[in-house]
Nanobody
């Protein structure tokens, strides 16, 4: 199994920045993909970004392209989400997740989530 612990959420004004962290432990050798997802109140959880653990290749949702950057630190078994130019619509609980395959599914490993609130 893999355990994930997120940190770094908080309250920020529109236009500000936050950096989220996600530390993985346990069977980290099985990690192939890691990602960030978010869920706003009353909405379904949505994809934000993923990274291939070995290559570092990333993909982003159109809504965050150019504003968010995901990167990894292999030595620390950690991923980060640098969020710039935040908008009120970015307000959500952000979840870190990981999979041993290319896709991340609800049955894979997920963190507990961290709240990000962007005020206008």
């Amino acid at each position: 199994q893999v355990q994930l612990v997120e940190s770094g959420g908080g309250l920020v004004q529109a236009g500000g920045s936050l950096r989220l962290s996600c530390a993985a432990s346990g069977r980290t050798s099985s990690i192939y993909t890691m990602g960030w997802f978010r869920q706003a109140p009353g909405k379904e959880r949505e994809f934000v970004t993923t990274i291939r653990w070995r290559s570092g290749d990333t993909s982003y949702a159109d809504s965050v392209k150019g504003r968010f950057t995901m990167y990894r630190d292999i030595a620390k078994n950690s991923v980060y989400l640098q969020m710039n130019s935040l908008k009120p619509e970015d307000t959500a609980v952000y979840y870190c997740a990981t999979s041993s395959g290319m896709a991340i599914r609800s049955s894979d490993y997920w963190g507990q989530g961290t709240q990000v609130t962007v005020s206008s």
